[in-house]
């Protein structure tokens, strides 16, 4: 947990940095709640962290009941530390160039949401919204952060009537959900071929990651001997613990992991 709340601290950093040193000096939008906010900041004179930390409270409160008490927890958490960073890192230009501030701060802003994804949580606001779209519907979250913020972007052109900014904001959100699911890839599915003489202990252990396995007699062409082949489908995020177990208990399994196009029927999303 030391190290979730690390990876979530820093994921906090890289959103207000992205946010104070990129996007904010040059009136350039994350998309999302930051979106939102940063819209109100800069047309009102309301603090654009306080509104950050308002606009999420709905969302968290519906990620409570729909995605589970600790990924809001971290969410929580993220979004707490993220505000209170926004309002300690001073406003300053990394950058006077426009469209290299809005490539950078589409990174960071990804970077942060994406890490967090990755522990379990997520940096508030659309977020959440994203991961409930595809917990629903299995579509990778990036990919539905850039389409729902497309809304924010069209605001942020009609009320500012610049659309220089609003389509370097739209570059900029592109990037991060691109980052987003470069990072979070529980989204991506591999099927695992495993052919063992440690069936039942291996199928024991397996079994522990919540995943359907299906035992097949097998028979080597060459030696004539029988042996079993585990078959599962599983996450790209999964694998590597899936793999730990197959080293630890059969070192001489012979494994074939090969990328899924899709998955009908019963699956479990996360």
């Known amino acids: 947990m030391i190290w979730t709340y690390f990876v979530i601290f820093v994921g906090a950093v890289s959103i207000a940095v992205g946010f104070n040193l990129f996007l904010v000096p040059h009136h350039l939008l994350s998309g999302g709640v930051s979106g939102l906010s940063m ?26 009941f729909k995605l589970g008490r600790r990924f809001v927890s971290l969410s929580i958490l993220s979004v707490i530390l993220t505000t209170w960073m926004i309002a300690m890192i001073p406003v300053w230009p990394a950058t006077d160039d426009s469209l290299l501030s809005a490539i950078f701060g589409g990174v960071l802003v990804g970077l942060g949401s994406g890490i ?133 208990t059969d070192p001489k399994a012979f494994v074939n992991i090969v990328e899924t196009v899709g998955v009908m029927g019963s699956f479990r999303k996360n």
């Open 39 to 64: 819209i109100v900041g800069y047309f009102t004179s309301l603090d654009i962290s306080v509104m950050y930390f308002v606009f999420n409270i709905p969302l968290l409160v519906a990620g409570w």
């Open 116 to 248: 967090s994804f990755r522990v379990g949580g997520s940096s508030g606001g659309f977020d959440i919204l994203g991961s409930i779209i595809s917990h629903s519907r299995d579509f990778p979250v990036g990919s539905v952060l850039v389409a729902i913020n497309g809304l924010v972007i069209l605001a942020m052109g009609y009320l500012e009537k610049d659309w220089n900014s609003a389509l370097a904001s739209m570059a900029s959100i592109y990037v991060g959900g691109k980052v987003v699911d470069f990072i979070h890839i529980s989204h991506i599915k591999v099927t695992v071929y495993i052919i063992t003489n440690q069936t039942e202990e291996l199928l024991k252990r397996l079994l522990t990651l919540h995943r359907g396995v299906t035992k097949i007699k097998t028979e080597g062409a060459y030696s004539h001997v029988e042996k079993d082949m585990l078959m599962t489908v599983t996450t790209r995020y999964e694998l590597a613990e899936l793999q730990r177990i197959i080293k630890e």
